[in-house]
DNA sequence: CTATTTACTAGACACTGTCTAGTCTGGCGA
DNA sequence: TCGCCAGACTAGACAGTGTCTAGTAAATAG
């Protein structure tokens, strides 16, 4: 090893940045906190200082994630065109990060037992948030979906759940990628024909022409 | 310890259940070779007689869970009840697995860096066969889905298309329920919705009302 | 310049998966 | 019926892991 300052001063970041190279390599069985600290040239305990755990390393790759993961949505969103064709290309977006970083997608959303660091929690949320970008513009009158209906939906209450129904699809969708259950090109068939469904849907004609 | 004639007799399955059952208390992590045979009362190289790697373990487990699912999922279909009942009730069937046994939900579909065994393959592939019941009857004519529309869209074709869809759907409700970024009712309003917006588009429509 | 807090080292511990060599035994061929 | 042998199981070893602890180095605050 070459002399270095006793202080690392930026360990954190570099093991983060091994973390995920790891995981896309050798999936998350690969990853042990003594190899990150070996891979940045600092002794076992180190890692100690800055994540507590390593479920800590995995919650903080996982707030990552997140965050990644919405910036790339929230280009899709942004880019010019159809309201379909933008339909399209936020589920793309989406299902092609979950399965380059399939390790990655799977730490994002895995099975809390404990509960989630309310970092985690924040970053989750904001792409959520940022999701309702991809949605029609709100309008008024009762749903046609096929949840009971009643006097309580409102407006943005539609809007909730077609973003609730588009954001399963996108997950399941990589989910089954990922699992070689289905191939990527089904799952562009998939995001495709869901746009198409959804806005073909009571809810989406609805929200798409009624007046706002 | 009781004694125990020399030759377990049961162990394969006595493992499977115990880890069953660890699954569901503390996730994967809380999984190891050692405590399932010392639940089992036997040394902790026994389960090597039976299965030659942990992998090995969690891939019969996998197995198993596919099968369980696949049986819950034929029920739901087999129950009398009118198209959109049905396809609620295997939505339900197959999102409740999911929440219910999250841990397992994760192996069967985790990212599979190795090659999957055959006998998983084939557990998988059978579940999805399964679906096939759910669907609505095939009828003829163009697709009226978002994706490209050509004459090599055959009937079944789009069934196929259809099952992907509301598969992905279901899948990724589970996932989000599971990693608690929505709750469960949330989750049976997606499955409701769902069945809703796929009957309602044109695909849903063809496929029920046109003439087999 | 001193004191404190932080980053890091080094050693230890219990635990894990896996490999190996050896022991037991149920059931098969002779 | 007997011998034996493949398969089930035991017991020990090894490398690797996460985590804890005590101590050291250094950046920073007073």
Do not use: C
């Not at 660091?117 to 904001?126: Q, S």
């Amino acid at each position: 090893m070459t002399s270095r300052p006793f202080h690392h001063g930026n360990l954190r970041a570099v093991l983060l940045e091994q973390a995920e190279q790891v995981l896309r390599e050798g999936g998350v069985d690969g990853l042990s906190l003594r190899e990150l600290a070996r891979r940045a040239g600092v002794s076992h305990g180190a890692p100690r200082s800055h994540f507590i755990d390593k479920q800590a390393l995995l919650d903080a790759l996982a707030e990552q994630g997140f965050a990644r993961l919405t910036e790339k949505v929230g280009a899709a969103i942004a880019t010019p065109g159809s309201f379909e064709e933008r339909f399209r290309r936020v589920g793309r977006a989406y299902v092609d990060f979950g399965v380059d970083d399939a390790t990655l997608m799977e730490l994002m959303f895995a099975a809390k037992s404990n509960h989630p660091t309310p970092a985690l929690e924040a970053a989750a949320a904001r792409l959520f948030d940022t999701l309702d970008g991809a949605m029609p513009a709100v309008s008024g009158g009762p749903a046609e979906l096929g949840a009971p209906v009643g006097p309580a939906d409102s407006p943005a209450e539609l809007r909730f759940r077609f973003k609730l129904l588009f954001a399963a699809t996108m997950q399941g969708t990589a989910t089954l990628i990922t699992s070689s259950r289905i191939t990527r090109a089904q799952g562009d068939t998939i995001v495709a024909d869901a746009a198409a469904a959804l806005l073909a849907s009571g809810l989406g004609i609805r929200l798409l022409h009624s007046p706002a």
